[in-house]
C-alpha cells in the first residue's frame, strides 16, 4: 500500500509541477520603469526564491539591469528613471517612503560588471561597509568580519597576506571576488550581480561561478547574464526578458530544454540576440 502523508504529496506535486518550496524573497509586482519618456519595462511579475540563483536572461538593451536596478533601488541614482509597480522584500514594499535606502542596499547588495574596488587597501575595501553601517564593536571584530568575508568570497588565501596593499593591485578576477567580499561584509540576504564574469577569463570566470553557487547557501541571488552557459551552469531559475517585457520564466533546465515560448526558444539557440 502506498502510504503518503501530506507533505510527501505536497512534495510529490511540486516536483510533478517544477514548483519550488523555497520561500519567495523578492517580488516584483507589475514592476514598470520610465527613463524620461521612454518605457524600458512593461509590466514585469517575477518572483525571486530565498537560496536560489535566478538568472535573468535576454538580448541586449532588454532591460535584464533594469529590472535588477530595481531590486535595490539603484535606479533612484538616475535622475530621468521613475519606477511604477511594486517590489518587495520579504513583503515589505521597498519603494515605501519609510524605507531607509541605505539600509536597504546592505540587505540586498549589487556586483557590478567591472569590478570597482575602492582605491583602499584590501582590508579597508572590506571593513568599509561593516564600519558604517557600525556592525563592529571593536577591531577586534572588524578585523574578524573582514577575514570571514575575504574567506567567504574565496579569496582569504591569496590576500591574507597583503591585506595592506591596494585592492587595485590584485587581478581582474580576484577583484572581483574582492568586491563580492565587500558586499557580503555588510551581511546582505540577497546578492544582485550585474554580468560578474564579463570582464573576467575563463579561470576567474569558473572560479566565481563556483563561489555563486557555494554563495546560494547562505544568500539569494539574481545575476544578469548574456552567457548562456553561465546561467545553465549557476541558476536554479532563469527569466527571459525581451523588448522590456518578461517572456517567460520557470526551472533552469526546463528554460533550457524545453521553453515555452519561442522567443526563448531563439534566444538559447542563439537565433537572435
Ligand atoms: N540611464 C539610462 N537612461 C536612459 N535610457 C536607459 C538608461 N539605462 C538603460 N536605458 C535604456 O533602457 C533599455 C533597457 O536597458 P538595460 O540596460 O536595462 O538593458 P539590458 O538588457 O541590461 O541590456 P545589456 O544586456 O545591453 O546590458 C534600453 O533601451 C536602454 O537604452
Redesign the pocket.
Known sequence: MNIMTEKSLEDAVNAEMNRPNEPIKMRGDQVT?H??D?Q??FGVNLDVRQNQVTALI????????????CLNRMNDT?D??RVGGKITLDNEDIYDPKIDVVELRARVGMVFQKPNPFPKSIYENVAYGPRIHGLAKNKAELDEIVEKSLQKAALWNEAKDRLNEPGTGLSGGQQQRLCIARAIAVAPEVILM??PCSALDPIATAKVEELIDELRENYTIVI?T?SMQQAARVSQRTAM?HL?YLVEEGPTDKMFTNPDDKRTQDYITGRFG
Open positions: 520603469v527613463y524620461g521612454k524600458a519595462l535576454g538580448p541586449s538593451g532588454c532591460g535584464k539591469s533594469t529590472f535588477l536596478r538616475i530621468s528613471a550585474d554580468e544578469v548574456h526578458f522590456g
